[in-house]
């Protein structure tokens, strides 16, 4: 059983930062890429950010020079540092794996079978 947990979502104003955490319940998560997305209301949800087994990162347009995904195999747990945030950063975010070992590009929600419950992120003065 394939379980993501995710955490450090909050109320941020705009230009502040936010580092989300995604801890992995399998002992070989090392092997997989893990991927962030993020839901607004009324939206689709977007593929964010991905980080391959090998540590190769892969951003979507609108989070590049902002946010960085990272991983610490040793505590199976994926990062998403989040600086710069704007207002349209706000969403649900969630951290998702296929179980493969690298990230599928373009990043779709269909590809990926194990999600976690996601934490929310809102960015607003």
């Known amino acids: 059983q394939v379980q993501l947990v995710e955490s450090g979502g909050g109320l941020v104003q705009p230009g502040g930062s936010l580092r989300l955490s995604c801890a992995a319940s399998?002992?070989?998560?090392?092997?997989?890429?893990i991927g962030w997305f993020r839901q607004a209301p009324g939206k689709e949800r977007e593929g964010v950010a991905c980080?391959?087994?090998?540590?190769?990162?892969y951003y979507v347009d609108s989070v590049k020079g902002r946010f960085t995904i990272s991983r610490d195999n040793a505590e199976n747990t994926v990062y998403l540092q989040m600086n710069s945030l704007k207002p349209e950063d706000t969403a649900v975010y969630y951290c998702a794996t296929d179980l493969g070992g690298y990230c599928s590009l373009p990043l779709r929600s269909s590809m990926f079978k194990y999600w976690g419950q996601g934490t929310q992120v809102t960015v607003s003065s």
């Open positions: 399998i002992f070989t998560s090392q092997y997989y890429a």
């Open positions: 980080v391959s087994f090998s540590g190769r990162t």
